[in-house]
């Protein structure tokens, strides 16, 4: 028959690893099942941290529909929510990568399998599964391109990433509705022919169709197969992660985008998402005498230069900056005059939403909204000092904004424009 | 009289054609911009994943084994495919940093310097296959010392 010519990668004989079976595959696919659900959970999470429902700038998919049925208003505590949801979302992606690999690996075989399919359900399975391996491999290389800030994938990132992880996640699930009951029924099979002390009780061949019907003598077992898999994922966790946590340890993020050094020395030596050159940013409209802050509000719009913000109560907070490309900066101590203050000054005593305006050229975020529970938060700044020093053109001198629990790119540098209660 | 074609279970009909619907309540959107560059990419990396990524480690994977059989070493496999994996793991994740394509963006946003990524890779995959050296060295000077303590004592 031409389906058992081992030539074929459709005959079962073509594929001779001695690995490949189904407690190998469960054990990969229950770890995905995990991560996965964890990587979708704080993915969602990152969407609603932008406050996607407040006003337009902030929405990057306004087009959702009832995908966003979920959203909430962002908290502001605790302060290090974001760059722990954040952090967890990249550093867990990258680090799952191997297992993705090996879980892809393990079920190769049936790709190739004939008859394409022997019933209508099984039809449907298998163009699912292109959803899945497709909408899968997506997701994690526009992430990982992503984070290093090679954007060339068809469009902005943003939409492509939320609705892709919809179109993933909507395959997962019935992937993993069909497969858990086998995959945990396989996991059980082994455990059982382990005795209590983990000697082998019965030495049956495991059945299923992924075992190699005719395997090459083994090079590694499949528990050495599986602490490869877990040593490659380690290897890129203890290399990425220090990206997220910071201070010497950022040292050991090696091939991270954020890892290794600080931009500089001293106190605004600290992570950059956006330079004032690549912002476009003239020295000549930051200065003393041409920068004036404008504050509009119910009681009209007042013109602050920079001294006299700094003739205003000023506060100090020490928040991070967590970009929702996965790095983030331990706690800077920022100084500078509280938002609710400024809503005062412009006639509310009860602080509402707040529309920021940059003197950035460029980019998605040079205008964003803050809704009423950040801008009333004391932590909640005006910074016009870092770490003790005047902020850095980079870090948006004059002034920035610096919000607990925020998103990187909602904590606006450069302001010049603030108008509370119209957005 | 020709068989008519199987339906199958139809609870995995239903839940198939539930997740379809979610996924084109989704697909919908994901296709709004440039449809067929998006398709290219969804499709494309499963392709590119099934037909050309992972045969090409395979055959490279079975060409290690082969060639090390031959030497009768085939039993140290690991201490080759480990090390080179784990490389070109780290090539296949990092290769727009390692490979200076992004180093304008990069350096203009960051301002950080987009030098040291491709010395660091090769780097670390130094140390992997040093690693790796010197654990089969150690290996086999364990295993000399074994044999020669099971071997009788001549006078």
């Known amino acids: 028959m031409r389906d058992d010519d081992p030539r074929l990668p459709s005959s079962p004989g073509f594929w001779r690893s001695p690995l490949r079976g189904p407690w190998f595959t469960s054990v990969l696919g229950v770890v995905l099942l995990v991560g996965v659900t964890v990587l979708f959970v704080t993915g969602l999470v990152s969407y609603a941290a932008y406050n996607p429902d407040l006003a337009r700038v902030n929405d990057q998919t306004p087009d959702k529909g009832i995908l966003g049925f979920y959203l909430f208003a962002w908290p502001t505590d605790p302060y290090w929510l974001y760059r722990l949801t954040q952090g967890l979302h990249v550093t867990l992606g990258i680090t799952l990568i191997p297992v993705l690999l090996a879980k892809l690996w393990s079920v190769v075989p049936r790709l190739f399998a004939l008859p394409p399919a022997c019933s209508l359900a099984h039809a449907l399975e298998r163009i699912s599964l292109l959803l899945l391996v497709g909408g899968g491999l997506f997701e994690f290389t526009t992430g990982v391109l992503n984070v290093q800030l090679d954007y060339v994938f068809p469009g902005s990132f943003y939409p492509l990433h939320f609705y892709g992880a919809w179109v993933f996640f909507a395959a997962f699930v019935a992937h993993a509705a069909l497969k858990l009951p086998t995959a945990v029924r396989s996991l059980r099979r082994r455990r059982e022919e382990h005795g209590a002390h983990g000697e082998r009780v019965s030495r049956a061949p495991e059945p299923g169709e992924l075992v190699s019907p005719r395997p090459l003598p083994p090079t590694v077992s499949r528990r050495g197969a599986l602490w490869f898999v877990g040593g490659a994922s380690l290897l890129l966790l203890v290399t990425t992660a220090g990206q997220s946590i910071g201070g010497v340890l950022r040292r050991t993020a090696l091939l991270a985008p954020h890892g290794g050094a600080d931009p500089g020395g001293g106190p605004n030596g600290f992570q950059i998402n956006k330079t004032a050159a690549y912002a476009g940013i003239d020295a000549a409209e930051t200065g003393e005498e041409a920068w004036r802050l404008v504050v509009t509000g119910r009681t009209g719009t007042v013109r602050l230069s920079r001294a006299q913000l700094l003739r205003m109560p000023l506060h100090s907070s020490a928040l991070p900056i967590a970009c929702v490309e996965g790095w983030s900066t331990q706690d800077q101590w920022w100084r500078g005059v509280r938002l609710r203050d400024l809503a005062a000054l412009v006639g509310y005593d009860d602080p509402p939403d707040l529309f920021v305006e940059s003197l950035q050229r460029r980019g998605a975020f040079r205008r964003a909204a803050l809704r009423a529970n950040q801008v009333a938060d004391p932590r909640s700044l005006l910074a016009l000092y870092v770490n003790g020093e005047e902020l850095s053109p980079d870090h948006g001198h004059p002034a920035r904004i610096i919000v607990p629990a925020a998103p990187g790119v909602l904590n606006t540098k450069w302001v010049a424009r603030l108008t509370f209660g119209a957005l | ?155």
């Open chain 2, 1 to 155: 009289m020709r068989p008519r074609p199987a339906l199958g279970s139809p609870l995995q009909i239903l839940l198939l054609a539930c997740s379809f619907a979610l996924a084109g309540y989704a697909g919908v959107r994901l296709f709004a911009g440039d449809w067929q560059a998006v398709a290219l990419w969804l499709v494309g990396a499963a392709l590119l994943h099934d037909l050309v990524l992972l045969p090409l480690y395979a055959v490279a994977d079975r060409a290690v084994v082969r060639a090390l059989g031959a030497a009768g070493r085939r039993q140290r496999t690991m201490y080759v495919r480990v090390p080179a994996a784990l490389s070109g793991l780290l090539l296949l994740v990092w290769f727009p940093l390692i490979t200076g394509m992004v180093d304008r963006p990069y350096r203009s946003a960051t301002g950080l310097s987009a030098d040291g990524f491709l010395a660091r890779w090769l780097l670390i995959s130094a140390v992997l296959f040093a690693g790796s050296a010197l654990l089969l060295a150690l290996r086999g000077l364990r295993l000399r010392r074994a044999a020669k303590r099971r071997r009788p004592v001549v006078h």
